[in-house]
């Protein structure tokens, strides 16, 4: 068993994802304690049986280390590597799809001509008319129960701009080179792509009328289609690319199950309201 000190050294390249693949290629020196694990044969199958979590704590030029071809420590370590090759191809395929699909992005591109409508979709996705349209329907609701749909829509809503201005500033992901950046009414975190804030409203928001406005069929399929022409139009404007929206889809379904277990109650307001006054 590894002293603590020595499996710091097995570690010392960097995080398991980058040395995934320099490790077992960096074979030409390996640190003398590990010399020694490798040429040992108990130690070797003591190695060996190990759990997985344990063998990638220690480094692996045991084995392959002394020319015998790739060990299953091997394989094991370039696990991560192959996750990270998985992750650049799929971003080099969002980035790819998304430049092919950015159609409107100004009125040059070659479905230019269509970019109105799509700005108009972007407006009706935007945080100002929802939080404006709930604090109205707020006021002019004369039914308790109403009030208390409107109220807790008006804080699914801020909870949305706070979340996604969060992952925003932490993930920090650029927007696509071909958008304009000409938006209106943005906040400084709104110049990064990732979530796609419109994508992660369209979706809770979606999720709130339909669970608390009796709609017709008719209805609940169009506010679905809004919902999805919402997303597309972001990467159409050249605004985010795919996996933006995609996430902020799956975040905002996500952000309205969170607006459930938090739902104000009229109990919870009375008390409230009853603190305030
Ligand atoms: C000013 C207010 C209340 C909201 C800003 C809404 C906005 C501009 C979000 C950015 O959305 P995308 O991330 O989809 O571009």
Redo the contacts with the bound molecule.
């Keep these: 068993m590894p002293s603590p000190k020595a499996k710091n050294a097995g570690r010392s390249g960097g995080s398991p994802v980058l040395g995934g693949l320099a490790k077992p290629l960096n074979r030409s020196s390996p640190p003398q304690h590990l010399q020694r694990q490798g040429s040992d044969p108990t130690t070797a199958r003591l190695r060996a049986s190990e759990s997985p979590t344990r063998r990638r704590g220690s480094n692996s030029s045991t084995g392959s280390a002394s020319g015998q071809g790739p060990s299953e420590e091997d394989g094991i370590r370039l696990n991560p590597s192959l996750i990270r090759v998985s992750l650049s191809s799929l971003l080099a395929i969002d980035l790819w799809l998304s430049k092919r699909l950015g159609v409107c992005a100004c009125e040059d591109s070659s479905c230019g001509s269509v970019r109105p409508l799509m700005k108009l979709l972007e407006v009706s996705g935007?945080?100002?008319p929802w939080?404006v349209g709930a604090a109205y329907c707020l006021y002019k609701s004369d039914s308790a129960a109403g009030q208390e749909v409107m109220l807790n829509l008006l804080m699914g809503l801020l909870l949305d701009?706070i979340l996604?201005g969060f992952v925003k500033a932490v993930v920090r992901r650029r927007r696509p080179a071909h958008n304009q950046m000409d938006?209106f009414?943005?906040?400084s975190v709104?110049r990064y792509?990732f979530p796609?804030?419109?994508?992660t409203r369209a979706a809770m928001c979606g999720r709130f009328l339909l669970a608390h406005l009796v709609l017709a069929p008719p209805l609940r399929v169009l506010v679905v289609l809004w919902v999805g022409l919402v997303g597309l139009s972001?990467v159409l404007l050249g605004?985010?690319n795919v996996t933006d929206v995609l996430f902020g889809f799956w975040m905002g379904y996500c952000q309205y199950n969170l607006v459930e277990m938090m739902w104000l109650s009229p109990q919870t307001l009375q008390g409230l309201l009853g603190q305030l006054a």
């Design positions: 935007h945080g100002i939080l701009l996604v938006m009414a943005t906040f709104d792509s796609s804030g419109h994508a972001r605004r985010h």
